[in-house]
């Protein structure tokens, strides 16, 4: 197998609104971006891969009318949207364009800009999957379930009260732990200049002081919608080794699909996952990713980790899935700090995408952010320790599609 | 050259028709079937899916999402390409070449009875210059594109017509296709209705509802899986520069695509080395740009190799027997039927229009207005 490395990472500041700039030229700047960190030119670069979520912004197909901001012309390009996993499924693709022997170089593009649409797109994205479903039954008829479920989906925020509910009664967790969550990411993003809702020294007391919106959530535990985008250039070995000293290994990687989500799942067929926040695969990509590490205990050998999490519920549930803490445990890791940016486990340090959230690029920023930290050139929120070994996660479709990308500061042997 | 073999193992396609009346759960549970059926294999054997589809053509947003289940990718490593299935072919090939998978499932589908594919690739414009005033869409495209080559190559409208009398009467035998006319004439092309000059509804593909799926196996899998695997010998691809920034009297980005997979497959002359292609000609006038592309003429010599037969099923180099993209379009599936029909036509499948003798095949997958984005697959048998 070939080994693959992150050699250049580039992102934008995030922001409600990019009024500065138009998509294309958001889009370049990331891109430019990561081709100056790699020190690498528009011409060495042999592939691109590329997405966001479709519809959101009103355009599709951007690559072809973009292409020559970022330097495709003459060049393979590849598209991919997987929903909120689409930044990280795009990173992946680009990995593989590389692994493959097909590409030398290969640069991933992801963004979002939101202000482009009318809708609030980051909450909404959901809501318009959940209407698509309510269309179809017209179709081929209206049961009362299917009715009933399409209005408790409520968009993102709905479906991650349920998880959150599941997971709190299984757990123990309670809101309190909710409020450390967010009032930790908003900080770290606070040392983040990229950043949308920076926060420095942010407490939970001010967290719990923000309105309820839906049980659990509080105004304050609910994601902006971001407009920003990130890109990351992979490099083949050689190449790797020549352009950088401190290159970001790729050492496992895994996109597993759940079955299908507890609204969808008694009306078409699947087995019926009821607990939103199983997320079995989760634990799957996660297994699979540490086993082409050659990691055998992520709490050990883990440093650090950039999990997606909209919702402050979800940083606690997918660092138990991830195996970076016992089940059950993460809001008591929270509670006694081991979660700070100078902790045992840093959690987001970046501030994860609970303070950013430009959805089509979110699930990148995570496999970036973790690169930063392998790479040691996430500036002011670089988790003070030897970052040996760090996971990103991505999380999308109706809580049932995963990325899981290990990093690493040596080549996978 | 690639680091390791890869083959494809097993395969099926949907009967294209305008309105299945089915619903798209079923009809992509039916080819994902199909495609393991045909290999041999059961779902545990598969280890990573790839499919192909986009939210404007299907309607939803993440459309995949209510898909995972039909095409078999819960709990198993997958991903989706927003364009072509046949670029979602080429994902999966990078996946096993990579080494981290054996076997890979493609699938890829549209249903165009449900939207409008042309009023939805409005969208794929510049949404600063060029999508104000509503004139820009993919047949208007191809339009100019097409009167760009009839002037710049001296091209009647008789010549474009009998690409597609040749596609719509080959398609005639082949049970999957959707518009088959074993009896058309150059004159019922030319009289068909006009929707942008010269581009009329013979001359464009139709608005189809399909889907279709392929396994793919690296060679030690393959070797257990099937005695008749089809050997990608060959892969390239490339994206042109926008509509408003390229020479649109040649299809650049498929001729760069085509030379790296010549390369690879170490052909040198594919006029005399292929024995049959399939190319996702999405109107009759890009199969002509498309000879040109793949170097099987000299520019503006396309029109020569209709005129004479030289790619009908009896000629020298058999182009699209299947009936192409003329015969039936559901979009993201299309390039993949291509793939499909090559590797149908190494295997001797093609009942009622199999070339004979078929060693080495190609296939065409495009997407974007005026074919911007191009993958050629080059397919070898034993």
């Known amino acids: 197998m070939r080994n693959v490395a992150i050699i250049g990472c580039g992102q934008t500041k995030h922001a409600s609104r990019r009024r500065d700039v138009n998509v294309a030229e958001m889009v370049a700047d990331a891109a430019w971006n990561a081709m100056e960190d790699a020190q690498v030119t528009p011409d060495e670069v042999d592939s691109i891969v590329d997405g966001n979520m479709q519809g959101f912004g009103g355009i599709a197909q951007a690559e072809q009318w973009m292409g020559e901001w970022i330097g495709a012309p003459g060049k393979p390009v590849l598209r991919i949207a997987t929903g909120g996993t689409t930044g990280g499924s795009v990173a992946q693709a680009a990995y593989y364009q590389v692994a493959s022997g097909l590409s030398d170089i290969a640069l991933a593009v992801a963004w979002e800009k939101h202000s482009d649409s009318k809708e609030a797109g980051a909450t909404t994205g959901l809501l318009h999957v959940a209407l698509g479903n309510f269309f179809h039954t017209f179709n081929y008829g209206m049961d009362l379930k299917s009715l009933v479920a399409t209005a408790a989906v409520g968009a993102a925020a709905g479906v991650a009260v349920y998880q959150a509910r599941h997971y709190m009664h299984r757990s123990g967790c309670r809101i309190e732990h909710l409020d450390m969550v967010a009032a930790k990411d908003r900080s770290n993003a606070a040392k983040n200049k990229y950043a949308h809702l920076q926060w420095p020294n942010c407490t939970p007391d001010d967290i719990a002081k923000t309105k309820m919106i839906v049980e659990p959530f509080r105004y304050g535990h609910i994601c902006p919608a971001s407009d920003g985008a990130s890109a990351v250039v992979f490099a083949s070995e050689d190449i790797a080794k020549k352009k950088t000293d401190r290159p970001a290994w790729i050492k496992g990687l895994a996109s597993y699909s759940d079955e299908e989500n507890q609204m969808m799942s008694e009306n078409s067929g699947g087995t019926g996952i009821i607990d939103a926040s199983e997320q079995m695969a989760c634990r799957l990509s996660a297994m699979k990713a540490y086993e082409m590490a050659g990691i055998k205990d992520p709490q050990k050998e883990i440093d650090v980790a950039e999990i997606y999490q909209p919702f402050p519920s979800q940083e606690l549930i997918f660092a138990e899935r991830l195996g970076l803490f016992d089940e059950t445990t993460a809001w008591k890791a929270t509670e006694e700090g081991e979660t700070e940016i100078d902790g045992r486990m840093p959690l987001d340090p970046s501030g994860g995408t609970n303070a950013t959230n430009a959805i089509g690029s979110s699930a990148m920023q995570r496999v970036l952010e973790a690169a930063l930290q392998v790479m040691g050139k996430a500036e002011e929120h670089q988790v003070p320790k030897d970052v040996h070994n760090a996971v990103a996660h991505g999380w999308g479709g109706v809580t049932n599609y995963i990325v899981v990308t290990v990093l690493g500061d040596s080549p996978r042997r | ?382």
Not at chain 2, 108 to 124: C, D, E, I, K, R
């Open chain 2, 1 to 382: 050259m690639m680091n390791r073999r890869v083959a494809i193992v097993g395969y099926a396609q949907s009967r294209h028709q305008y309105d299945m009346q089915q619903t798209r759960e079923d009809m992509v549970f039916d080819v994902a079937k199909g495609a393991l059926k045909d290999a041999g294999i059961g779902r545990e054997d598969v280890d990573t899916v790839i499919t192909a589809s986009t939210d404007f053509l299907d309607g939803r947003t993440i459309s995949n999402v209510f898909l995972s289940m039909a095409v078999g990718a819960y709990l198993k490593d997958e991903s989706k390409v927003e364009e072509d299935g046949a670029f979602a072919a080429l994902y999966a090939l990078m996946r096993i070449l990579s080494g981290n998978h054996d076997i890979a499932l493609v699938e890829g589908h549209t249903q165009a009875s449900v939207f409008n594919p042309h009023q939805v690739s409005s969208f794929t414009f510049d949404p600063t210059f060029d999508r104000q005033i509503g004139l820009l869409n993919d047949v208007s495209t191809a339009a100019i594109q097409a009167r760009m080559y009839m002037n710049g190559y001296d091209v009647s409208e008789e010549q474009i017509a009998g690409v597609s009398v040749k596609n719509l009467a080959n398609a005639a035998n082949n049970p999957n296709a959707q518009r088959k006319m074993p009896d058309i004439t150059v004159e019922e092309v030319l009289s068909s209705k006009l929707y942008y000059d010269p581009i009329r509804e013979l001359t464009i593909s139709p608005s189809s509802d399909g889907a279709c799926a392929l396994v793919l196996a690296s060679e030690e899998k393959a070797k257990e899986i099937t005695d008749n695997p089809v050997w990608i010998e060959g892969v390239g691809s490339c994206q042109d520069s926008y509509i408003r920034d390229r020479d649109l009297l040649k299809i650049g980005s498929l001729q760069i695509a085509a030379e790296k997979a010549y390369k690879m497959a170490g052909i040198s002359d594919p006029f005399a080395e292929l024995d049959v292609l399939e190319i996702s000609e999405k109107f009759a006038h890009e199969e002509l740009m498309g000879y040109e592309a793949l170097s099987l003429c000299r520019e503006g010599r396309g029109k020569v190799l209709v005129e004479e037969g030289i790619t009908e099923k009896y000629g020298e180099v058999p182009v699209n027997p299947s009936g192409g993209a003329l015969a039936a379009d559901p979009i993201c599936a299309t390039g993949l039927i291509r793939i499909v029909e090559a590797a149908k036509q190494i295997r001797e499948e093609a009942d009622g229009y199999q070339i004979p003798d078929v060693y080495k095949a190609l296939a065409h997958g495009q997407f974007g207005a005026c074919a911007q984005k191009n993958v050629v697959f080059i397919l070898g048998g034993e």
